[in-house]
Structure formats: C-alpha cells, structure tokens
C-alpha cells in the first residue's frame, strides 16, 4: 500500500518520437487478455504511440466488477503516466486525494509519522478513467468476455499481452515455459471499505482471545476508505472465521475494530477470505506471448505495489517495443529492465508481509518502538530516511532507546557480561587463508590492527582453528600450539594499546567435513591438489560431488576434539582476548551436530534436535568452564540451512535457548554454507529476521549479521529492536575504518567512536572537487 514511501528505482518514460519502422517482427495487431489497470494502461499506451494499431483487450467480469477498492501509486509511477499520456495523467489528478501521516496504534497507543506522501483513488474510478481513454484511442474493449485460447491468439496476433492476474490461465498454459513459482503465505485476509475517509495510512493491532489480528486502512476519495483486515491462518480458524459466511465476517470484523472505524460498518463488494500468493516466474516471454502485472509478478499490499508494478510494466513494455527493431529483442529488453526492479519490490514485500506474519514477535516492544518497527519493516525505509520526513517522530523513538542527544543509536554502549562495548558495530570475522602453520603473521598484524583503529566496538578475528586437522585450508590460523598463542597475543596487545577501548574477540572452531579445501581465491571448497589430511564429521557425508568423505567421529574422537577446543580457550585467554565465540554455523564440524541434513546419527548425538545439540553443548559447557568467568561468551549458529528438510527458525530458537541456559551472553545469528545445494534468499540485511526472532523468543542479546552494508542499515535494525549488535565483513575489506567514517559522515563526536590521535586531522569528511567550493553571488535581491 505504502507505494510511496522510499520506493526505488525509476519509472520508465514511454515517449512519443522516433522509432524503428515496422517490420515482420513490429506488432501491429495486438491482443491483451486481462482488463485490470496494467492491461488497460498498456493497451491505452500502444494505442497512442501507434494509432495504426488493431488493439482488442478480452475481460471475463462486467466493466464495474473489480477486486479491491483503493488503489495507492507513487509520485514515481504518477511522473511516469504523466510524461507518457498527460491526458490519463490530468484525470487521475482530479480524482486523488492526498495525505502524509501513517498512524500505528498499538495497545490503545496512537503514534502518528508525517511527510510520507501518499495519493490514492478508487479502483473504480481509475478503470472508468482508463477505460474512456481506451475507447477514445480506439481500443475494442470486450467485457463479460473470456478470452481465446492464447496459443490460438499467438498465431492470429502479433502480440499477445497476458494481464490476466495472479491465476493467469496464460502463465498455466505455459506453464513449461514460464516456470512459474507460487508461494502460499501464511495469513489470511479480506478487502472492505468504509464509508468515511481515514485522515491518515491507519494501522491497528487487535489483540483478541483468538490471536492477533491487525487492519490496514487508507482513504481513496473523501469519503470512502480501503480497510484490510489480516490475521494468521490458525487465529482465523480460532475465531471461526472458516465456518462463517461473509456477512458475518464483515460484522465481526467491524465490532473487533470498532475503535478504528468509530462504531461504522464495513461493506465487502466481490471480496472474500483469501490468502496472500507471491508468483515469480524464471521467464516472462514465450514466442510472442508476454507476461504483465500479476500474472508475470506479485508484490504483497502492504507495500502497496500491484497496480504500481503493472503500469510500470507496462510503461516499459511499450517503451522497449518502440525503441527495439524487432519483437523478440523487444522482450527481451522488457524482461532485462523491469526483471531487478520487481525483484526487489519482491524483497521488500516479502520482508513486510513476513514481519506481518510474526507480528506477534514484536507487540512485545514499547508502542513507540513498536511503530518505527513497523515503518522499517520492508528496508526500504530507514532510520535516516525517517529522521528527514519526520524529526520529531525519530527523535522521539531515539530518546526511548537511549540515545543521548546528538548521538546515533549505533554509537550507544553495550554490555555483555564484564566486557561494555563502547558502540554496536561489530568487525564479523573473515577467514583470510594467510597464515603459516597456523600462525598469525604481519599480513594479521596489519589486517586486524587496521580495523582496530577504525572505531568499531568490537573486533573478531576469523575462525580459529583447536588442531591441525580442524583447517578449513593450510592457511588456516590456529590456536594448538605456543607459538600461535604468542604471535596472537602480538596482535591484542597492539590493539589495546593503539586502540583503546576497542575489545577484540576470538572464534575458535573446527572445520569438519569441510576441511582440507584449497583458499577460496584459487577454487571455493575445492579439494587440495595434493597434501590433504583426513576429515571428520558428525557423519560420513561429503560436503559435494568429489569432496572428501569424511569419518564419522567416534565417542573417544569426540573427547579429543572436546579437550582440542577446552585447550584452545586457554590459550585465548592467555593471548588476551576479550571475548570468545564458539563457531557453530556454516556447515563447521560442531554446525555439523545442529542440522539433520548433516547428521545422520543413531546414537546420543543424533535423532532430535536434543540430541543434535548434546555435542556443541558440551563443547560450550567444557570451554565456558575453562574461559575467565569474567570475559564473555557468544555461540554463532546458521539458524536456517536454506534447504528442505534443514535446521529451521524453530530449532535455531531452542539452540539459542539452550546456549543461553549454559551461560552465552549473546547469539551470533547467520545463516546457511551448511549444505551445497542450498537456495538462500539474498537481499538487504537478509539475515537480520533471523536475529530478530532469536531476540524476541530465546531472550538473549543478539548479533546481526549478513548484507548489512550501511550505518543507515546499523541504526535502523538497532533502533527497531531487531538486534543489540551488527556485525560487518565486507564493509571493512573495503574500508577498515567504516565506523570512523560513519561517525564523520552522520556528523557524531562523542564516547562511542575515537579517533586515533595521528588521524584526527582526517576526522572530517575532505571536500570532493570543485563542486563543494563556496558559490559567489550572481544576482541581485529586489
């Protein structure tokens, strides 16, 4: 719904002016199955660019039967109608109305967030105002209508458009060709209306004996709003939901939010209970068949993108085919332009419709938390985004976290057991394959010493292997013999000297069956052409195709590894480290015991996620006992394996649990590298529900980790109470003073960055060219 606030990228301009002569390949008879606003708009659209055009557009419902009530566009999307089709342009303007507030009320707590810029008309309406422009161009429109079989239309067309929605029979038919994915989600919801219009984008939480049900709202004319009203699948069914009709279901509805709606009723129309389908499809074109809007992609509604994404599809798609010579590059271009656009609409939807889903997880959270949660749920709006449409509303969210005037929430203090961070970034351990014999040399000296003085809080070393046999790669870094422990402590004494008040912490780890693998620049996870040593694991499994094979470990194997770890502790605590962290995530030897993917045993160590878990617990309970009671300890885990059958969510929230009842201060939460065949779900800050969940349900401090790339990212996480830490690897590779600049650059000076003392010359942002210089003055004042 929120299709206005922090979209990105740009709507395509279908312009009018040159274009390739028609060919063959040029479609001039052209015929569109769907009659929703992306068909319309297209066929309005090629119509006007090309008046030569035979344009016929099927729809099976009567002209006034629509799904839905309000449709919400962006001043992005609204810019591209108006260049392309001012007419459209200027009667969709007569009919929007306009409003900048988002109000979240939460447990009879109202929050109101400004300067979000919504425009929103009737669905009605804007098929009536595409219709008329059809007509006017000369488009044959035919309602109550089911269109041709569309492989019959191929042969007697020479484009086919299929608009034909979310159960496209198009996409179905080709069903071979597109390869369609279709996600069932987990909630169920209803569209209404109201008839008086919401002075504001309304959210409000209903905590019922049933479950939590929420209702999303926003005007579309003066007197009229879309109300939505959602809940998950189990509380539907708890409210009896399923047995009722929808009369009843649009009366309970309305006396449930009776607050929100101040006592009036709701109407359905055509609407009826129906859960939410996220479709992608791996092509969009077939011959000279084309996918649009919903058929080809669904984005979830509370961003707000499905008609958004239709009319710039179809702008672009009448684009690409007036600049293109033939149809088949004109696809082609079609697909290549808008294919990352939608994708990462997808991203965000899915984010907001998951955060919707475990909507639970976060009632927990203070009301003005709560709603900047809300506010950030898809990415796309930040903390700093937040902090430009609305002050007064961050500022205020700032102040319950804890911020000090002036100060970012990444720059604010944490304490894990006796060692106080001094701000939330974390330097994530990277492995980078540069040590001989396991020890640490200059190249670790000058890596690790560098990001200490760039002014994060804490700083960890890559993963340090207990044994010779535990190496991921001979340039392994270890912790089994006394030279290790000497060369590391040459590095902590640096970084305590030169960096003070900047902890450094270590990971130990073991490699498993994933060992013995050549550095990831010269093959990832490729054996060694020669030299390898023999590998152990919970099971016998190859980490893929021509890996090694490893040994199941033995009950006394299990001791020595056990006693491997117990003694490298030792020795990181007399090399001076301020905080450990055991290594059980990434498909590692102990991340070996947690996934049923990877661990296949009949005894005491395999079976349920118990048992799964009785070997990396009694690894932690052996090192916590000999690791100084007063220095902290965190457990990194992959709380998902991304493939069928793995560790899920659930057990990543029992592992959590049951690390923190044996003492982890903090859960390190990433994901996956367990299994070779997995599918992850890459994205902005993809991982961060993960910790987010940990956090609310196994009531520990969590580190976030995974695509974090800016500070905007770091304070808005923070801030929504999504973690407690943020933990960066690459944003360090490219920069080993990221957080010293994110200081300068968010114009901070205070405890929770310093600045070495020979580079505090350089604790300002330097000037980029000439454009930053002082303008003179060139005219005069009346």
Same mark, same amino acid.
């Given at each position: 719904?929120?299709?206005?606030?922090?979209?990105?990228?740009?709507?395509?301009?279908?312009?009018?002016?040159?274009?390739?002569?028609?060919?063959?390949?040029?479609?001039?008879?052209?015929?569109?199955?769907?009659?929703?606003?992306?068909?319309?708009?297209?066929?309005?659209?090629?119509?006007?660019?090309?008046?030569?055009?035979?344009?016929?557009?099927?729809?099976?419902?009567?002209?006034?039967?629509?799904?839905?009530?309000?449709?919400?566009?962006?001043?992005?999307?609204?810019?591209?109608?108006?260049?392309?089709?001012?007419?459209?342009?200027?009667?969709?303007?007569?009919?929007?109305?306009?409003?900048?507030?988002?109000?979240?009320?939460?447990?009879?707590?109202?929050?109101?967030?400004?300067?979000?810029?919504?425009?929103?008309?009737?669905?009605?309406?804007?098929?009536?105002?595409?219709?008329?422009?059809?007509?006017?161009?000369?488009?044959?429109?035919?309602?109550?209508?089911?269109?041709?079989?569309?492989?019959?239309?191929?042969?007697?067309?020479?484009?086919?458009?299929?608009?034909?929605?979310?159960?496209?029979?198009?996409?179905?038919?080709?069903?071979?060709?597109?390869?369609?994915?279709?996600?069932?989600?987990?909630?169920?919801?209803?569209?209404?209306?109201?008839?008086?219009?919401?002075?504001?984008?309304?959210?409000?939480?209903?905590?019922?004996?049933?479950?939590?049900?929420?209702?999303?709202?926003?005007?579309?004319?003066?007197?009229?709003?879309?109300?939505?009203?959602?809940?998950?699948?189990?509380?539907?069914?708890?409210?009896?939901?399923?047995?009722?009709?929808?009369?009843?279901?649009?009366?309970?509805?309305?006396?449930?939010?009776?607050?929100?709606?101040?006592?009036?009723?709701?109407?359905?129309?055509?609407?009826?209970?129906?859960?939410?389908?996220?479709?992608?499809?791996?092509?969009?074109?077939?011959?000279?068949?084309?996918?649009?809007?919903?058929?080809?992609?669904?984005?979830?509604?509370?961003?707000?993108?499905?008609?958004?994404?239709?009319?710039?599809?179809?702008?672009?798609?009448?684009?690409?085919?007036?600049?293109?010579?033939?149809?088949?590059?004109?696809?082609?271009?079609?697909?290549?332009?808008?294919?990352?656009?939608?994708?990462?609409?997808?991203?965000?939807?899915?984010?907001?419709?998951?955060?919707?889903?475990?909507?639970?997880?976060?009632?927990?959270?203070?009301?003005?938390?709560?709603?900047?949660?809300?506010?950030?749920?898809?990415?796309?709006?930040?903390?700093?985004?937040?902090?430009?449409?609305?002050?007064?509303?961050?500022?205020?969210?700032?102040?319950?976290?804890?911020?000090?005037?002036?100060?970012?929430?990444?720059?604010?203090?944490?304490?894990?057991?006796?060692?106080?961070?001094?701000?939330?970034?974390?330097?994530?351990?990277?492995?980078?394959?540069?040590?001989?014999?396991?020890? &640490? =040399?200059?190249?670790?000296? #000058?890596? !690790? +010493?560098?990001?200490?003085?760039? @002014?994060?809080?804490?700083? *960890?070393? $890559?993963?340090?292997?207990?044994?010779?046999?535990?190496?991921?790669?001979?340039?392994?870094?270890?912790?089994?013999?006394?030279?290790?422990?000497?060369?590391?402590?040459?590095?902590?004494?640096?970084?305590?000297?030169?960096? &003070? =008040?900047?902890?450094?912490? #270590?990971? !130990? +780890?073991?490699?498993?069956?994933? @060992?013995?693998?050549?550095? *990831?620049? $010269?093959?990832?996870?490729?054996?060694?052409?020669?030299?390898?040593?023999?590998?152990?694991?919970?099971?016998?499994?190859?980490?893929?195709?021509?890996?090694?094979?490893?040994?199941?470990?033995?009950?006394?194997?299990?001791?020595?590894?056990?006693?491997?770890?117990?003694?490298?502790?030792?020795?990181?605590?007399?090399?001076?480290?301020?905080?450990?962290?055991?290594?059980?995530?990434?498909?590692?030897?102990?991340?070996?015991?947690?996934?049923?993917?990877?661990?296949?045993?009949?005894?005491?160590?395999?079976?349920?996620?118990?048992?799964?878990?009785?070997?990396?617990?009694?690894?932690?309970?052996?090192?916590?006992?000999?690791?100084?009671?007063?220095?902290?300890?965190?457990?990194?885990?992959?709380?998902?394996?991304?493939?069928?059958?793995?560790?899920?969510?659930?057990?990543?929230?029992?592992?959590?649990?049951?690390?923190?009842?044996?003492?982890?201060?903090?859960?390190?939460?990433?994901?996956?590298?367990?299994?070779?065949?997995?599918?992850?779900?890459?994205?902005?800050?993809?991982?961060?529900?993960?910790?987010?969940?940990?956090?609310?349900?196994?009531?520990?401090?969590?580190?976030?980790?995974?695509?974090?790339?800016?500070?905007?990212?770091?304070?808005?996480?923070?801030?929504?109470?999504?973690?407690?830490?943020?933990?960066?690897?690459?944003?360090?590779?490219?920069?080993?003073?990221?957080?010293?600049?994110?200081?300068?650059?968010?114009?901070?000076?205070?405890?929770?960055?310093?600045?070495?003392?020979?580079?505090?010359?350089?604790?300002?942002?330097?000037?980029?060219?000439?454009?930053?210089?002082?303008?003179?003055?060139?005219?005069?004042?009346?």
């Amino acid at each position: 719904m929120a299709a206005s606030s922090g979209a990105r990228g740009t709507a395509r301009q279908a312009t009018a002016g040159p274009r390739p002569p028609h060919d063959d390949n040029h479609p001039l008879r052209v015929a569109i199955i769907g009659g929703g606003p992306g068909g319309l708009y297209t066929a309005a659209l090629l119509k006007r660019l090309d008046p030569a055009r035979d344009i016929t557009l099927w729809e099976r419902n009567a002209p006034d039967e629509t799904f839905g009530f309000g449709v919400v566009l962006s001043d992005e999307t609204l810019g591209g109608i108006e260049h392309a089709d001012p007419q459209v342009h200027t009667a969709l303007q007569q009919h929007f109305v306009r409003w900048d507030d988002i109000d979240i009320v939460h447990r009879n707590t109202r929050h109101t967030s400004g300067g979000h810029g919504f425009a929103a008309l009737g669905r009605h309406r804007l098929l009536a105002i595409l219709h008329d422009r059809c007509r006017a161009l000369g488009v044959e429109l035919r309602f109550r209508t089911e269109a041709p079989d569309p492989a019959r239309l191929a042969e007697t067309y020479d484009l086919v458009v299929a608009a034909d929605g979310v159960h496209s029979t198009t996409r179905e038919t080709f069903r071979h060709v597109f390869r369609p994915r279709v996600t069932t989600h987990r909630c169920r919801y209803i569209w209404l209306a109201a008839d008086f219009a919401f002075d504001a984008f309304r959210f409000e939480i209903a905590e019922t004996e049933h479950g939590v049900m929420q209702l999303h709202g926003y005007p579309f004319s003066a007197d009229a709003s879309t109300v939505i009203v959602e809940m998950r699948e189990e509380v539907w069914r708890a409210a009896g939901f399923d047995e009722t009709g929808t009369t009843e279901s649009v009366g309970r509805c309305a006396k449930i939010f009776a607050d929100a709606l101040g006592g009036r009723p709701l109407k359905s129309g055509n609407s009826a209970w129906t859960t939410f389908r996220t479709v992608v499809n791996e092509r969009w074109s077939h011959g000279n068949i084309v996918l649009l809007g919903d058929a080809a992609h669904t984005a979830h509604f509370s961003i707000g993108s499905g008609t958004k994404l239709a009319v710039e599809d179809a702008l672009a798609l009448a684009a690409c085919l007036r600049e293109q010579p033939t149809l088949d590059t004109a696809l082609a271009a079609y697909e290549t332009e808008r294919r990352p656009v939608v994708a990462s609409t997808q991203r965000a939807a899915r984010a907001s419709l998951e955060w919707f889903e475990n909507l639970p997880l976060h009632l927990g959270r203070p009301p003005r938390q709560f709603a900047f949660d809300l506010l950030t749920r898809s990415r796309r709006v930040t903390h700093d985004n937040l902090r430009l449409r609305d002050p007064r509303f961050t500022e205020a969210v700032e102040r319950g976290f804890g911020c000090p005037p002036g100060t970012p929430p990444m720059f604010t203090p944490f304490r894990l057991r006796g060692l106080t961070l001094r701000n939330r970034v974390v330097v994530s351990p990277m492995d980078m394959y540069s040590a001989v014999d396991g020890v &640490p =040399g200059d190249f670790h000296l #000058v890596h !690790l +010493g560098s990001r200490a003085l760039g @002014g994060a809080g804490l700083l *960890m070393t $890559e993963m340090v292997c207990v044994s010779p046999e535990g190496r991921i790669t001979p340039g392994c870094a270890g912790l089994y013999t006394g030279r290790q422990t000497e060369a590391w402590r040459r590095i902590t004494d640096f970084a305590h000297a030169q960096a &003070p =008040g900047t902890a450094i912490g #270590v990971q !130990l +780890g073991h490699s498993g069956r994933k @060992g013995s693998t050549k550095p *990831m620049w $010269e093959g990832m996870d490729e054996p060694l052409d020669d030299g390898n040593w023999p590998l152990v694991a919970a099971s016998p499994l190859p980490y893929r195709p021509g890996s090694q094979v490893p040994r199941e470990l033995s009950r006394a194997q299990l001791t020595d590894i056990r006693e491997q770890f117990t003694a490298a502790a030792a020795r990181a605590a007399r090399a001076g480290f301020d905080l450990l962290e055991l290594h059980c995530a990434h498909g590692y030897l102990l991340s070996g015991f947690l996934s049923p993917l990877t661990n296949h045993r009949t005894d005491a160590y395999g079976g349920s996620w118990e048992k799964r878990l009785r070997f990396p617990l009694e690894v932690f309970d052996a090192v916590r006992a000999v690791w100084p009671a007063e220095r902290p300890m965190t457990v990194r885990i992959s709380a998902t394996d991304w493939a069928e059958g793995g560790t899920t969510a659930e057990d990543a929230v029992a592992f959590a649990r049951a690390f923190a009842a044996h003492g982890a201060d903090a859960i390190d939460v990433s994901t996956g590298q367990v299994v070779a065949d997995e599918k992850p779900e890459f994205g902005r800050s993809y991982q961060s529900p993960f910790a987010d969940r940990v956090r609310g349900e196994a009531g520990i401090p969590v580190i976030a980790v995974g695509a974090i790339s800016s500070w905007d990212d770091v304070n808005s996480l923070l801030l929504a109470g999504r973690t407690d830490l943020c933990a960066l690897a690459r944003p360090h590779l490219y920069d080993p003073h990221w957080t010293l600049h994110a200081a300068a650059e968010q114009g901070y000076e205070g405890p929770g960055v310093v600045w070495p003392a020979p580079y505090r010359a350089g604790s300002r942002r330097p000037p980029t060219g000439r454009g930053d210089a002082p303008k003179p003055r060139l005219t005069l004042s009346d």
